[in-house]
């Protein structure tokens, strides 16, 4: 019980894996407030929680929205008294029609001898499939790591642990540059962030996950030839998916005390960046 009585915030939780990293660290203890868009995901969330015999709050919130999130904290701050670990884990993630066809000449691509030429997916990204991704993946996370500092500076202690992607580390998902600009976005502000407040005790630090196996991720291999399928596996060392509960630990990991890492990236990714 490392986190024992501690009190974690995720955003996103409603599936995938904030709900796979709010139960790891319920596992561990941890008082739970936990947040998503969809109020019916999230109920199922709360009720997992619950069954698990954690304390846990869940309140409706779209991270994208300043006040809601303001509000939501504060509520968080009267329920519990304090915070102690922030999960910014809510993002949108690739998966429409145009996005899934992109990925797959992106993979087919990378793993098959076909002559060299552009993919032509940066000069033909519509105007929407580039402005998509800021008010959440980026605005979100500003918005809610700006609302925790505020109840963890004064206690001079806190966790903050943003989730990244290989998309913000490199080209591995090429496919969907507005996106791979946002979790890059996402990892500078986790390194100027750690360093702001690493004096008053509080540690930011990133996981850049590669693939997980969580919904979005299941309804693309549920939409996919065996011979994409198999383009996907052949690019990863490991030749599967990492699942939410392997990335939820090391969530716990750098959520809890006896570690040094400050600003880091942590990128389990099963040899995908290497
Ligand atoms: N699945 C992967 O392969 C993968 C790879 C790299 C990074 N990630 C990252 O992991 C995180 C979780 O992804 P996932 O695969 O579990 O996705 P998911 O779509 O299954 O879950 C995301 C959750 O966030 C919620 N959400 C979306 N917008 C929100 C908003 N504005 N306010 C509050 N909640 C909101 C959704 O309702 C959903 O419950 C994301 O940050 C994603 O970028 C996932």
New binding site residues.
């Given amino acids: 019980m490392k986190l024992q009585d501690k009190v974690a915030l995720v ?8 709900r796979a990293i709010a139960q790891g660290l319920a596992r561990e203890g941890a008082r739970l407030v936990v ?4 109020a019916a ?1 999230l109920d199922e969330t709360r009720q997992c929680l619950a069954d698990q015999g954690a304390s846990v709050f869940a309140l409706r ?4 929205d300043r006040a809601a999130v303001d509000a939501m904290f504060a509520d968080a701050a009267q329920r519990f008294g304090t915070l102690d670990i922030l999960v910014n ?5 690739p998966s429409s029609p145009a996005e899934t066809e992109r990925r797959n000449r992106h993979y087919a691509h990378a793993t098959t001898p076909v002559p060299r030429r552009s993919l032509g997916i940066v000069s033909s990204l519509s105007d929407d499939d580039w402005l998509k991704w800021w008010d ?2 980026v605005d ?1 996370v500003f918005w809610c790591t700006r609302a925790a500092l505020r109840l963890m500076e004064p206690q001079r202690s806190g966790k903050i642990i943003n ?5 913000g580390l490199g080209a591995g998902s090429m496919h969907s540059p507005g996106y791979s600009a946002s ?1 890059a976005a996402v990892i500078s502000l986790t390194r100027t962030t750690a360093y702001d407040v690493a004096g008053a005790n509080i540690y930011v630090n990133a996981i850049a ?4 196996l ?4 299941q309804a693309y291999l549920d939409g996919a030839t065996d011979t994409q399928r198999n383009s996907l596996f052949q690019m990863l060392p490991l030749g599967r ?1 990492g699942t ?1 509960e392997e990335y939820a630990n090391v969530a716990v990991f750098l959520a809890s005390d006896g570690h040094y890492l400050v600003g880091q990236v942590i990128s389990p990714n099963g040899g995908y960046v290497i």
Avoid: E
């Fill in positions: 955003t996103g939780a409603g599936r995938g894996l904030g947040c998503d868009v969809d995901a919130c779209d991270v994208a884990n809510a993002a949108r993630v959440v993946n979100g989730i990244a992607s290989v998309a979790k996950c590669g693939g997980v969580t919904p979005p991720f998916l939410p």
